[in-house]
């Protein structure tokens, strides 16, 4: 037990302590009195409660997915960090990137924004290749260190032929081919088809050739061929300006009927109405050129 006299003593030093460390602040505040320069850059006196630690917040994104060639932003948000400071390290090779808002890489497509008013430390990549794929940490100062991980995932257009790759339609039938652009950035500026390696003239002297395209999100392109002729069979190409090139082998039957053949175009598009729409317009389309070529050979007559 400690005598009541020392407990006595211990206080009184305690006391006398607090009341010298309360003076000497005092009497550096005075001495600083009306300099608000000198008063904003100096450090606040630590409280003597306890100081919670640093943590995250972790309603944040773990999985980020970027077009390549785009910006890919990763975030984390540090709730009480302090002193502390925050860093972004590659996974896979231990590499750190950036601490702070200060890059640590010669590859200077990484930077580290600080958004004061949500605590959030995001890690910026410009132009994102598939090689930037992967895991990051974003990771505190503390002992031990605390990290929080985000997954990149870099996609690069495709384009998809419905129904591929071999594809069944009998003779006299129409056949339909969708091809689907997903993952670009934009919609493509073009699309070519190709039968054979050869490019498909939409004014060629088969006739009844047609494309309808629909730009968004996901772009899809049609090609619709009426009256389809044992000669239509063969690979048909859909080229994007944007992604790679997508294949499909159509097979123009006559009365043959295989066991994965799939009749007219069904499978190939999304909607049997869609494509009933389709057809409708392009026959609307060729009907209504004849008709102004009729119009314009009786103009013609008139004025003679």
Not at 78 to 95: E, F, M, P, Q, S
């Amino acid at each position: 037990m400690i005598p009541r006299e020392l407990k006595s003593i211990q206080w009184m030093a305690f006391l006398l302590m607090s009341c010298f460390i309360g003076a000497a602040v005092g009497s550096f505040q005075g001495q600083n009195h009306g300099h608000n320069t000198l008063t904003e850059r100096t450090t606040p006196m630590p409280s003597l409660g306890y100081i919670s630690p640093a943590y995250f917040d972790i309603s944040m994104p773990r999985n980020v997915t970027a077009l390549v060639g785009k910006s890919a932003y990763l975030s984390c948000r540090v709730r009480n960090l302090g002193n502390k400071t925050v860093a972004w390290v590659r996974h896979r090779d231990i590499h750190v990137l950036t601490i702070g808002t200060y890059t640590y890489t010669s590859d200077q497509r990484f930077q580290t924004t600080h958004h004061k008013d949500t605590d959030e430390w995001t890690l910026h990549i410009k132009w994102a290749q598939p090689r930037d794929a992967g895991t990051y940490e974003c990771q505190i100062s503390s002992v031990p260190i605390r990290s929080y991980t985000v997954t990149l995932r870099v996609v690069v257009p495709t384009a998809t032929i419905l129904g591929g790759p071999d594809l069944y339609v009998d003779k006299g039938s129409t056949i339909n081919l969708t091809c689907a652009i997903r993952f670009s950035p934009e919609p493509p500026a073009y699309i070519f088809w190709y039968h054979q390696d050869e490019v498909i003239s939409y004014d060629s002297t088969r006739g009844g050739v047609s494309v309808i395209t629909e730009k968004g999100e996901v772009t899809t392109s049609y090609l619709l061929l009426q009256d389809a002729e044992l000669t239509d069979s063969g690979k048909y190409s859909c080229s994007p300006s944007n992604a790679d090139v997508a294949s499909v082998r159509v097979h123009v039957l006559n009365g043959e009927r295989p066991e994965a053949m799939q009749t007219g175009s069904a499978g190939l598009s999304s909607s049997c109405v869609c494509i009933s729409i389709l057809i409708i317009i392009s026959n609307i389309y060729n009907y209504l050129r004849v008709w102004l070529g009729l119009q314009s050979l009786h103009s013609d007559s008139h004025l003679r």
